[in-house]
Nanobody
Framework: QVQLEETGGGLVQTGDSLTLSCAAS????????AAWFRQVPGKWREFVAA????????YYADSVKGRFTISRDDAENTVHLRMDTLKPEETAVYYC????????????????????WGQGTQVTVSS
């Protein structure tokens, strides 16, 4: 059973950058697709970005394209999400997720596609 742990959340100001990391234990990210979602109270869990394991294809929500970058380091068993030019409306709990097998559009956006989840890390962007 793969366990995921997110780190790197915190309080930043509008326009700042932040990098989140997700470490896997009890298993590896090899042959697992990885993704980041975010959620605010009372709203659905929102897809942010994903990266496949084979060709390392990446997928992004339209709202973060050009500002966020997802990457993976299978040797270190970690996935990262670099977030630039952060906005107050992006304040949320950010979750790391992993899926067995390949990702295909549009199901990569569906949180039910993912098999393993971390506990989340809070990101707060002050205005």
């Amino acid at each position: 059973q793969v366990q995921l742990e997110e780190t790197g959340g915190g309080l930043v100001q509008t326009g700042d950058s932040l990098t989140l990391s997700c470490a896997a234990s009890g298993g590896t990210f090899y042959r697992l697709a990885a993704a980041w979602f975010r959620q605010v109270p009372g709203k659905w869990r929102e897809f942010v970005a994903a990266i496949d394991w084979k060709e390392r294809d990446t997928y992004y929500a339209d709202s973060v394209k050009g500002r966020f970058t997802i990457s993976r380091d299978d040797a270190e068993n970690t996935v990262h999400l670099r977030m630039d030019t952060l906005k107050p409306e992006e304040t949320a709990v950010y979750y790391c997720a992993a899926a067995i097998g390949m990702l295909y559009s549009p199901t990569h956006r569906d949180h039910t596609r993912y098999d393993f989840w971390g506990q989340g890390t809070q990101v707060t962007v002050s205005s």
